[in-house]
């Protein structure tokens, strides 16, 4: 009998990478998507015939316990977010709704209809903010520095509790910034590959950035979702830092990009301050030792190969629009 597993945050840049790594081995997988105007699939877009979306919202804990109570999965993966940190300034009441108590209304759902469900939450190192030791690790305190990251501490321990409450096998991922063709256009990484590509194809002369010299330890979507998986599989339920231990500045990350594609990038990129933060995380740097021994798990993409990989991608996009403009005019 095939697994069964629900992924919430389907539609994202995670959610996509896993959906298709659970396809691979074999599940039945449903998505949950919220009800939006106008769809936007363009991640699943290839895997729509092979899944099944349901409609549920981290905002309403009936859908979600709908949702459960029909599908009935093995494994319930918790990737909806809202997961752009500075919009968290900008809503930090929904950002807590979402990632804090829509957590809450998740492990409820599985609580309420079945507690041999297994559940992934997506914790994020957000939540180390101003760092209390470098790297961190599952035993690092948390001090974070947005709504976002507050925010993020509660999912994280109240999936903590419900494990210890329940006896529910519920884990946390701390996981670190994780990037791909597939990310979100106004995070950094692809923000500095798209523009790149714009500027090489001549559809832009300048790209506006904020802080240079915030450090991330940034590696590929793909390698961090096997993460994921990997983490229900075991026999205990337990927490993990995913992270590939190597971090680099905002500024090797635009040197690296603009170098693959041959640019310079000190004539195009110009410090914008709209692009500062009231608070920022200067510099994250994880160890992911426990999850290599226990999981066995390692990440397969350097940071070079993973900002190639983007820019590339981001070229080949951009450089079909202009031959359809071309073609137009
Ligand atoms: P993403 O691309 O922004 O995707 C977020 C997903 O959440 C989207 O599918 C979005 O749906 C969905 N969502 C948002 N609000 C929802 C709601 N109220 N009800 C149902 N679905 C909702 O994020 P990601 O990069 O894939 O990250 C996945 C998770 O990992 C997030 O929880 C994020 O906070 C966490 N995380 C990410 C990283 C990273 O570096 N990527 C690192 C650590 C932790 P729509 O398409 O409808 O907007
Ligand atoms: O790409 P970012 O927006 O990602 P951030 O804030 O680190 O958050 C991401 O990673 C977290 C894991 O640690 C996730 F939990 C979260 O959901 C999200 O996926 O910014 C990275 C760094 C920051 O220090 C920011 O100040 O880049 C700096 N930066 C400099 N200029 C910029 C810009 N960030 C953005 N988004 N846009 C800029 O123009």
Redesign the pocket.
């Known amino acids: 009998m095939a697994k069964r597993a629900i992924v919430t945050g389907i539609t994202g840049q995670d959610g996509s990478y896993l959906a298709e790594l659970l396809l691979d081995k074999g599940y039945e997988v449903t998505g949950v998507v919220r009800r939006l105007s106008a769809s936007n699939f363009w991640r699943i877009e290839h895997l729509l015939d092979r899944i099944t979306l349901r409609p549920a919202d981290l905002l309403d804990q009936l859908s979600l316990i709908r949702v459960v109570q029909d599908v009935r999965p093995h494994e319930f993966y918790n990737l909806a ?1 809202m ?4 919009a968290s300034w900008d809503q930090p009441l929904l950002t807590g709704d979402f990632n804090s108590q829509g957590v809450t209304r998740v492990l409820e759902a599985i609580r309420q209809v079945d507690t041999g469900i297994r559940i992934y939450q997506a914790s ?3 939540m180390y903010g101003r760092v209390r030791e470098v790297p961190q690790t599952e035993l690092t305190p948390f001090y974070p520095r947005s709504p ?1 990251g507050v925010s ?1 501490v509660f999912g994280h321990y109240i999936t903590v509790n419900y494990r210890e409450s329940y006896g529910i096998f519920a884990v946390s991922g701390i ?3 994780h990037e791909s063709p597939r990310r979100g256009i ?4 692809r ?1 500095v590959t798209d523009g790149v590509a714009r500027i090489k194809l001549g559809l832009a002369d300048s790209l ?5 010299e ?1 450090c ?1 330890d940034w590696g590929f979507a793909g390698d961090y979702v096997r993460a994921m998986w990997l983490m229900l599989q075991q026999d205990t339920a337990d927490d993990y830092v995913i992270a590939t231990g190597v971090s680099h500045s ?1 500024r090797q990350l635009v040197e690296s990009a603009f170098s693959h594609a041959g640019l310079d990038w000190q004539k195009y990129v110009k410090t914008d301050p709209a ?3 009231p608070a ?2 200067d510099h ?1 740097i994880g160890d992911a030792s426990k999850a290599r021994k226990v999981l066995g798990w390692e990440p397969e993409v350097s940071f070079d190969k993973l900002v190639a990989m983007m820019v590339d991608a981001d070229l080949e996009r951009l450089s079909g629009q202009t031959r359809r403009v071309g073609a137009v005019r």
Do not use: D, H, I, Q
């Open positions: 977010a997961s752009f940190v500075p994020s190192s957000e976002y993020k996981l670190f910034n106004e995070f950094v990484t923000k506006g950035l904020g802080n240079l915030a991330r905002v692009f500062l933060r920022e995380v994250l």
